[in-house]
């Protein structure tokens, strides 16, 4: 897939209106990566593929998940920002790395949303005054990890959409063996070999 063919993606996936919002922010990823690392370097050259696409996808998962959505070490917005350009829904940003949590307080003034997005220079076991619809998560920690630092701000009605690429199932076997739930594993439409774990109703085993 071609950057031309990703970025017709997410406009098929988030409709014509998001799209200025989402190029925009596009552009500001990549002149803000040549001052501090966003996003790996190899990477910017296919952000729309690699990042705007990977996020977007995850919208439609989450259609029927109305309320909160957290996205857990956002670092340049991916997925967070991308859901909050392209929604109306609120979102929490966090991220304990201050030059980019600035940036993404910097986007969300000048896209007009930072009324229903909040960023949390912090890492999420330190956030305790929100209670997440939706968490997702992308390259931060294991399954198993992200389950157990999460657990303060989710319930059993909260939807993780956690993208792990090629460990997807080793991640879910392994998280399996202290956590029930509604697990699944979805197939990236950036990567067939990479999979997005969805979870519901997750709790720790006793």
């Given amino acids: ?34 001052r501090q690392n966003l996003v790996a370097k190899p990477t910017v050259a296919a952000l729309w593929e ?4 990977d996020s977007a996808q995850l919208l439609p998962m989450a259609a029927e998940h109305d309320g909160l959505w957290a996205d857990v070490g956002t670092g340049a917005g991916f997925p967070g920002m991308v859901i909050a350009l392209a929604t109306d829904r609120p979102v929490a940003l966090i991220e304990p790395r201050r030059m980019r949590a600035d940036f993404l307080r910097a986007i969300a003034e000048q896209e007009g949303v930072a009324s229903r997005v909040t960023v949390y220079q912090a890492k999420v076991e330190r956030v305790s005054d929100l209670q ?25 009605s ?46 720790q085993r006793r």
Avoid: C, W
């Fill in 1 to 34: 897939m071609n950057e031309e063919e990703a970025r017709s993606a997410v406009h098929t996936l988030v409709g014509a209106a998001a799209m200025d919002r989402l190029d925009r922010f596009a552009a500001h990823v990549a002149a803000e990566s040549e």
């Fill in 50 to 53: 690699r990042h705007m696409l």
């Fill in 132 to 156: 997440a619809a939706v968490i997702s998560a992308r390259a931060v920690a294991s399954l198993t990890e992200l389950l157990q630092s999460t657990a303060h701000i989710a319930s059993m």
């Fill in 158 to 203: 909260t939807l993780y959409l956690l993208p792990k690429g090629q460990s997807a199932t080793t991640e879910l076997n392994e998280a399996q063996r202290r956590f029930a739930g509604l697990f699944h594993v979805e197939q990236s439409i950036t990567n067939p070999e990479s999979g997005i774990i969805s979870a519901r109703e997750v709790r």
